[in-house]
């Protein structure tokens, strides 16, 4: 399932407001506005009114207990609580009908200020969605690996590169399925050998601009695969090391039973094995950084630009 793609740029308690509403985002901006703010305030006002009658309602009691008519006084704190439940119903209406209105309008007032600098699903066509999928699910890998979290790889660009990476691929790839959009609207309903040929070298700039974006989602792909293989490797090697902690014991044992002789080999290979490991973390560790590196890019390129 798709998801709202947010400019890393924009603060985070408003990325997270966006990622959680992206269908009342699309009716932001089909031109959906909220109840006007006078309505909520009117519903406010109301509550002075539960002051007054809080206030009537015990003095009413402390006249009825003065005259010595505790049942009228009884019958007094009942009307009271009655006529308090309905005045509350209408002020809060069941679901929170308040703060609803209150969200409604604090994500349309954020959807205008940060127009541009989100995208929803429906900027995305069927060939696009797939690409940001793969995208973000190389993202998270990376984001969410135990070698990125114990600082192993380069955590600090990881936080600011990789999301900033993410937001260039989803707004090159929607500008990609808004031209291929035009282009088709353009020849629906056929066209003249003039139009075929003059629209021809577009088509070609189409599939460059896309090859491009392919090769940045196939880049991060490829970071996230060395990371997934240097988590397999961390793994791995903790296992073995637990095991290496735990041959005194069994070296004690084998000596106890007289079955060392025939043990030896194989606890020698088990140290090999923990060595040979600890290279292959180390190697996985290395390709992950080459692979991130990678993803910048020769020096002085920058992002496609689509015409």
Excluded: C
Aim: aromatic share 4%; glycine share 8%.
């Amino acid at each position: 399932m798709q998801r709202v793609i947010v400019d890393p740029e924009v603060p985070a308690e408003v990325a997270e407001l966006f990622r959680r509403n992206a269908r009342l985002l699309s009716r932001v901006r089909a031109g959906w506005q909220p109840a006007p703010v006078s309505a909520r305030e009117e519903r406010r006002a109301r509550a002075p009114k539960v002051r007054i009658v809080v206030l009537s309602g015990v003095l009413l009691g402390l006249l009825a207990v003065n005259i010595g008519r505790l049942p009228f006084f009884l019958i007094g704190i009942l009307a009271f609580v009655a006529l308090i439940g309905t005045l509350a119903s209408r002020q809060f209406p069941e679901g929170g009908e308040e703060d609803d209105d209150a969200d409604d309008h604090e994500i349309s007032r954020h959807a205008h200020w940060y127009e541009g600098r989100y995208l929803l699903p429906e900027d995305f066509d069927d060939a696009a969605g797939p690409l940001l999928e793969r995208a973000g699910q190389a993202v998270d890998t990376v984001m969410r690996s135990r070698v990125n979290a114990l600082g192993m790889l380069d955590d600090v660009r990881n936080s600011v590169m990789l999301p900033a990476e993410e937001w260039q691929i989803a707004r090159l790839l929607a500008k990609l399925s808004a031209l291929r959009g035009e282009h088709r609207d353009l020849l629906y309903g056929g066209s003249t050998p003039e139009v075929t040929a003059a629209m021809a070298p577009l088509e070609r700039a189409l599939a460059a601009s896309e090859a491009a974006v392919v090769a940045r989602v196939e880049a991060l792909e490829r970071y996230a695969r060395h990371v997934t293989e240097a988590e397999r490797a961390l793994r791995a090697h903790e296992q073995i090391e637990l095991l290496r902690e735990r041959l005194p014991r069994y070296e004690e044992l084998l000596a106890e039973t007289g079955a060392d002789s025939a043990a030896v080999p194989e606890i020698d290979r088990l140290a090999g094995d923990a060595g040979r490991l600890e290279r292959a973390l180390r190697d996985s560790l290395r390709s992950a950084h080459e692979a991130f590196r990678h993803l910048d890019g020769p020096p002085g390129d920058g992002p496609p630009v689509l015409g």
